[in-house]
Each structure stands twice: as C-alpha cells, then as structure tokens.
C-alpha cells in the first residue's frame, strides 16, 4: 500500500524505535544521532555524580563554563532525552532493566565490563528482551589484552597510523586535530545499527555487536596496510601533495592565514587553471606541459601559483576557478563554516533556542535524505525527561516517582 | 545481515567503500565498470609495483567482496542493460558529477519508473541543490570547504592534510548507512528514494570544535601541530621517542589518574627527577588551573623518559599500566599489533591470478547472529559479465559478443 506524499511528510522513519545509551562523549551519541533526528526516542541515561563528560568539554556559551553550556554537547547530542539514574542504587538497576524491556536498541560505550557488573550485560537484557539489538562500542573491542587500556579519539588515531602520516615529510606529524576517530567509529556503528534493524524486522531477531574503534579505524588505511603487507613500504608524510596531480595543495592569499586549496588532476583542468591566470608566460613552459613534468616541478610551480593566489581572498580564488572547472576551496575557519551558504541552505548546521543559554549550536547529520522528514531538537538539559520517561515509558504513578526519587534512585 | 539485497555500484574513488561496507555485511554487490576497467585501477600502491589494471592494491582495499562486470552507460544498449539491472536490484550508488545521470536519462525519476522500489544514493562534492552545488572537489577540496584542514598542521605551515583520501572514506560510510535508512523508508513508505551524500558535509562533522568555537564563543580555532593550545597554557601531545614518536599528555579527572600516577612511578623507578609530579592530586587534574611555568615542570621529565625507550616499550608498558600513551604506529607496528592478533582481526584471502594469499583487514564489527567481514578478493575486470549477462539477464553469447565488439561491454 502506498501513501500520499502528505501522509509521508507526517510520518517519522524510525517511529515508535526507542534506544538506551549508556555511552559519553563522541562515539555512541553520534551513532544513535541517525535514528534521533529522523524519529527514534534516544534515551541517555546519567547521574547527577556522573553527567556526560562531554558537558565539560570546552568551548562553552560565552565562554562560561556550565553542565548545560559545552557547545560540544548541544553539537552532538542534539534530539536526545535525559535521565538521570543512579546506577549504584539497586532500583536503579531495576529501571534500567524496566527502560530496556520496552526498547529496541542499547548503546553501551562504557569500559568494559561495567554494565555486566550492574547486571545489564548481553546476556541479562537479553533475557529481559529477547530481540534487542546492543551495540558495545570501545577503543579497542570487549576482548584482548589491550580492551580495557584507556584511550581517546586523539590516541586511537595515532595507534591507527592516521597522525603519522599526516604532516610535512620533513617535519615532524602534525597529525589529524581532534578526536578524528571517534566520527569514524561513529559512522561504522550506526551503519551497524542500521543493518541490524533490517535484519530485526525480517527475522525478529536481535544480536550482539562489538565494535572495536581501532578495528573500523584500519578500513581507512587498508591500501598502506597492503602496500606493507605486498611490497614492505611504509607510507610517509606526504604534506599537501599528491603524486598524480599538480598543482595539488594550499595556497596562501590575502588577509591574515588564509589559504585556498587547489587541485588539478586532468590536463583539461590545468588548461582552465592557465586561463584563469591569463596565461601567464611561465604556464607555457615545457616543465609544466603535462602532470608527470608539473608533479616532477611541483616546489617551483607552487610558488608561481602562490605569487598569483596571494594578491586575492581565497573566496576569489575560489569563484575564478571553479567557474572556470577546476576543483578550488577556501580552506575554511569555524567563522567561515558559520556563514557558509552551502551549509546554510543543507541545514547542515544551526542554532536552536535553548532555555539556559539562548540558543545552542547544532550539527545535523551528514546524510541527506530529500523525501524524508526530519526535527532538529536542542541537546537535553541534565535529567531533563526523567520524570517524563518514568511516567509515560514506564507507567509509574506520581506515588512510586517521589518515592524513588526520595530514595536517591534519579541522581 | 543484508544477504536479501543487491547494489549496483557505478562510484568512483568518492564511493568505493560504500558498497564495500554494505557487502561486508553480506549485501550482493556489483561492481560497474566502464569497458577496459575503472579509472582508479591506475591508482596505487601495485602489487610488487607492477604498474597494471589488475595489481592496483588500492582497488583491491576498496573493491572487495563486490562481484564485477563491464558496462558502457552511455551507449543506448548500455542504459537499456542498466535498466534491466535495476529491475533486480535494491540500491544504486553512484559518485558521478551532479547532473550527470540526468543527461543520460538515468536519473532518479527515469530509474524510479524502472523499478520503483530501487534506492539511488548519490556522493557528491557539495550536494545536489543550493550555491555550491555545480562546484568540483578533491579530497583536499573538501576537507577545506568542510573546516578540517584548517585544524591539521603546524602553526608556521601552511595547513596540511592527511596523506590518504580522507573525506572519500568517510563519505562511503556515511553513504552506506544512509542506503540502509533509505531501505527503511521503503519499508515505511512503500517505495524507494534517494540519498545525498556531501563530501563537504562529511569533513564537517569531523571538524570538532570549529564550528561550536565560533558559535559559541565567536573564536577561531587554530591548527597547533604537536600541541594543543589552552586558553591559558600550551601543552604538547606528540613527542619524539627512541625510535619514532608517540600521543601522550597527562588527561585530567578519572580516567586519567591511575595511568598518570602509573607514568609517574615508572619515571621514577629509572631515576628521572619526579618531585614535582609527585606533588600532584591526579584525581582534580585540570590544565586549565595551571599557568605555563608549571606545565613546563610537568614536561620537563617526559623529554628524557620518552627519548630513552622505543615506541614499542612505551606502548606495551603503557597498556600494562592503563597509562593514557599511545604510539603513532606505522604499518608495521599494526601489522604486529598484539590485540588486532588476539581478536583474529586479519584476514587472508586467496588471490589465484597471482598464485597468492594477501591478508586483509578483517571485520568493522563482531557480531553475534550474524557475519561480517571479508570473504572474496575483488573482482577482475569484466569477471562476472558471463555469470551475469547470460546466466541472469539471458543474453546469448552471440550477443554477447556483438556487445563486447561494440564496446558496450
């Protein structure tokens, strides 16, 4: 049965999908941001004692530190709800096992082991919900000698072989800025998550995933892997060049540290670039007749190119060239991302009002699905929908929420 | 887990890995190749660096698992073969410009009239509407327009990328789960739909903190190299050790405490001066309460430490001691990673043509019910085109061969 495009606008694709997220910081927020903002009733569980770490990461509104101003956070947990649970109190645990019982998915990104010892381990909610789907996510997978070695998104670069080859071959690594791996491990797990409510809805079968960060990680570099494995050669530095096309890397232009980047890989290409300079006599030298000669002579031919990007902003750059075809790009600062028309007309981000700081900033996901509807929804407030999700989740009367509230069982 | 379903694949190096991914988890996937073989078979690392369509080591990473035939689209009997392809299958993934299959008449209308069930997911530079969208990208393209190359470098250098094709990676991912949400609208809506990837959008959300520092808080942040800049003090997160160089700088609160206490004795067991570490409460650990002096001070050990041992006994003591360090590891050092070994992450899979085994990465997940991973090499060119023209599509080999003569095929 088909339904009319106005009946399609109200619907929500993943309507009446509950998830429980026992995860912080980038990984298991990210993964579940997919099924959040197209429908699904994401529920982050944390305490009072331990609210998201990532509600103390910098920068925050104003530059006031606050549980409810990281920019960070409302970046990345926008559309999901808060409860606060104290998970060291048994009817914490009971809750818990109460939320999961009436849910779809579970996240878990803690240490671990942990949520075994609480008695919310794969095999107890299996138990209590024989079709859930649960997703462990960590640096380096449940099992191993390594799996409870602490780390980060930073670190796991680094052991992962990005940061070494990222930089300048005569330098140091500069390595990727920020924890780069962790969207990498983001995106994995919730192709994942995807795959396996298909699956679900097929069979009736839920299933276990344990997904290593380093794992998902090494798919990046499987050509450098192989190139070790085949022909023992390490990858080094390559700085912004490219062997198979020239000019190939950043330029600098007017104004302070701003820089646009260029590519050209076909001749086609190079053509378009000259004409753009106004064929300048140096663009009919032999040395940079074609990609072999130009890549060969790349250090002189990215000084002549950066003599002409120089005298203009990187946005000039930008427009002369990709009219002409060729692939330009202002390399650009969080300011220039901010009023990015591209971004803005993709919705790509955001602000949304905010009741403790005005407005907080969002990032919607990178997929975009034309036909089907969306909501943006700011980041939750510390144990915003506690209450809510105990009364309307779990059936509980106003009686048995203030006694367990007095019992310590929501902080 | 996706055994029901098939791709065609028609991307270039953009998409490679999306069908990839939707393969490792079981899809049927057909690689579409113009006659004569991808364009990025010419793209290295080869095998033993033989330079040859069928040796390139960076079709094998991204093309495996994928069954593969030849197919000129822009010939007529190439669109009509198309057509009768997507008659069977579930999704097409495609990384062409934007407008491209338009013109030929392939475009997500005509194909939704072919099979209306049938998913078109699109990779593109900067999407299919709005200012940007006529623009071109290459990777490095992308990663300026989507604010991470202005984060990676150091400060008196112009900004840097990294040394593979970062946003094409994350865009066949992302790519990937964004298909299988478009199957679940299919379930939902009763027909198919269309999915737009941006490369642009891709290296956004890898940018971190751009984009909250200036919404935020109106600052611009800044690449730093080896160091990460505090508002107050500067610290460094790359050091040169023996050998090579490892990630390490004390991380605050809990979960770095017992590895810092941890660093702290071992320094000390080999006679580094520690006093002034010794004197710090772990557990309230914050950079931003200290002034440089004292970041200094707390450095200053690590230079002697770090300088006096190889990556490898820096890691293998690290993890024994839950300290937060980490090597920046080659391809040899994962290759021989302990934990990758314990977990039987590799994967050997059989290469006849080359009468040889070459391991591969394994699994992006471990699951209970069902299997991922990596199963078959990926396909030479034209492999399949008898399996699937004749034995699917029922052509005749006279046919066949009238297609191949005319270049169709």
């Not at chain 1, 096992?97 to 779809?104: A, E, Q, T, Y």
């Not at chain 1, 990609?291 to 427009?319: A, C, F, Q």
């Not at chain 2, 593109?124 to 940007?132: A, L, Q």
Request: hydrophobic share 40%; with cysteine.
């Amino acid at each position: 049965m088909k339904n009319t495009s106005e009946e399609l606008n109200k619907m929500k694709l993943y309507d009446g999908i509950r998830v429980v997220v026992f995860a912080f910081l980038g990984v298991g927020p990210h993964s579940v941001k997919y099924l959040a903002e197209y429908g699904a009733e994401v529920i982050k569980v944390e305490s009072r004692f331990r609210p998201d770490p990532m509600r103390s990461v910098a920068p925050f509104k104003d530059n006031i530190p606050g549980v409810e101003r990281s920019q960070m956070f409302s970046k990345i947990d926008n559309n999901a709800n808060s409860i606060t649970l104290n998970l060291k109190h048994p009817k914490g645990v009971d809750i818990a096992k109460r939320l999961v019982s009436k849910s779809d998915i579970v996240i878990d990104g803690w240490t671990p082991g942990t949520l075994a010892k609480l008695g919310l381990g794969y095999n107890d909610l299996r138990r209590i919900k024989p079709d859930i789907i649960m997703l462990s996510s960590c640096m380096q997978g449940q099992t191993g000698p390594a799996a409870r070695h602490p780390g980060h998104g930073v670190t796991l670069g680094s052991l992962s072989g990005f940061n070494y080859i990222t930089g300048w071959p005569d330098r140091a690594p500069s390595g990727i800025s920020g924890p780069f791996t962790d969207v990498v491990a983001a995106l994995f797990s919730a192709l994942t998550l995807q795959a396996a409510l298909d699956y679900r809805s097929r069979t009736g079968k839920g299933q276990y995933f344990d997904v290593s960060q380093y794992e998902c990680n090494i798919h990046f570099s499987a050509p450098q892997i192989l190139d070790y494995l085949v022909n023992q050669r390490e990858l080094n530095r390559q700085g912004n060049s490219c062997s198979y096309a020239a000019p190939h890397g950043v330029f600098q232009c007017r104004g302070e540290d701003r820089w646009c980047a260029i590519a050209v890989f076909k001749d086609e290409e190079w053509k378009s670039f000259c004409r753009v300079l106004g064929n300048p006599l140096w663009t009919q030298e032999p040395r940079f007749a074609t990609m072999l000669s130009r890549v060969k002579n790349s250090t002189e031919l990215d000084k002549l190119v950066e003599e002409w990007t120089i005298n203009h902003s990187p946005e000039e750059v930008m427009v002369l060239l990709q009219k002409a075809g060729v692939a330009a790009g202002v390399v650009q600062n969080g300011k220039d991302l901010w009023q990015d028309p591209q971004l803005i007309h993709r919705n790509s981000i955001c602000e949304l009002e905010h009741p403790e700081i005005g407005t907080a900033v969002c990032q919607r996901v990178g997929v975009t699905l034309p036909e089907v509807p969306y909501e943006l929804r700011r980041a939750p407030l510390l144990g915003e929908h506690t209450e809510d999700i105990c009364k309307r989740v779990l059936n509980m009367t106003d009686e048995e929420f203030i006694e367990l509230f007095n019992d310590g069982v929501f902080e | 887990m996706l055994a029901p379903y098939r791709a065609l694949d028609l991307t270039d190096e953009k998409g490679f890995l999306c069908a990839k991914a939707l393969a490792d988890l079981g899809c049927d996937v057909i690689k579409i190749e113009k006659p004569g073989g991808d364009k990025a078979r010419r793209i290295g690392p080869f095998y033993h660096d033989i330079y040859h369509p069928e040796k390139s080591l960076y079709w094998f990473a991204f093309n495996a698992n994928k069954r593969g035939i030849t197919l000129d689209i822009e010939t007529a009997d190439g669109q009509e073969i198309l057509k009768k392809l997507i008659k069977k299958a579930d999704f097409v993934i495609e990384s062409f410009s934007p407008g491209y299959l338009d013109k030929l008449a392939l475009g997500y209308s005509e194909l939704s009239q072919v099979n209306d069930q049938i998913i078109v997911t699109s990779i593109t530079p900067f999407g299919d509407t709005g200012p940007y969208k006529d623009f071109k990208a290459y990777d490095i393209v992308a990663l300026a327009m989507g604010g991470l190359l202005n984060l990676c470098g150091d400060p008196d250098r112009p900004p840097v990328a990294p040394s593979f094709f970062t946003s094409y990676l994350l865009a066949g991912v992302e790519a990937a789960l964004g298909t299988l949400m478009a199957l679940r609208w299919r379930w939902v809506s009763g027909r198919g739909t269309r999915v737009v990837i941006s490369l642009q959008d891709e290296v956004l959300t890898a940018s971190w903190d751009a984009v909250p520092y200036w919404a935020g808080s109106k600052t611009i942040s800044k690449r730093s190299g080896p160091f990460s800049i505090r508002p107050n003090v500067t610290y460094r997160i790359t050091w040169p050790c023996k050998d090579g160089y490892v990630t390490f700088f004390y991380f605050g609160g809990q979960t770095g405490a017992e590895g810092n206490r941890a660093l702290v004795e071992w320094m000390d067991s080999e006679g580094i001066d520690c006093r002034f570490l010794k004197e710090q409460n772990w557990d309230s650990f914050d950079w931003d309460k200290l002034n440089q002096d004292e970041v200094d001070r707390l450095e200053k050990p690590l230079v002697p430490f770090f300088m006096g041992h190889t990556t490898a006994e820096l890691y293998e003591g690290a993890v024994r001691r839950n300290i937060i360090l980490y090597p920046l590891a080659m391809a040899k050092d994962i290759v021989n990673n302990q934990q990758l070994k314990a977990r039987e992450y590799w994967t050997e899979v059989n290469h006849p043509e080359l009468q040889t085994n070459i391991i591969y990465p394994g699994a992006f997940v471990k699951a209970s019910e069902t299997r991922c991973g990596i199963f078959r090499r990926a396909p030479l060119i034209g492999e399949h085109n008898q399996e699937i023209y004749e034995e699917e599509l029922g052509f005749s080999k006279e046919e066949l061969l009238m297609l191949k003569q005319a270049g169709t095929i």
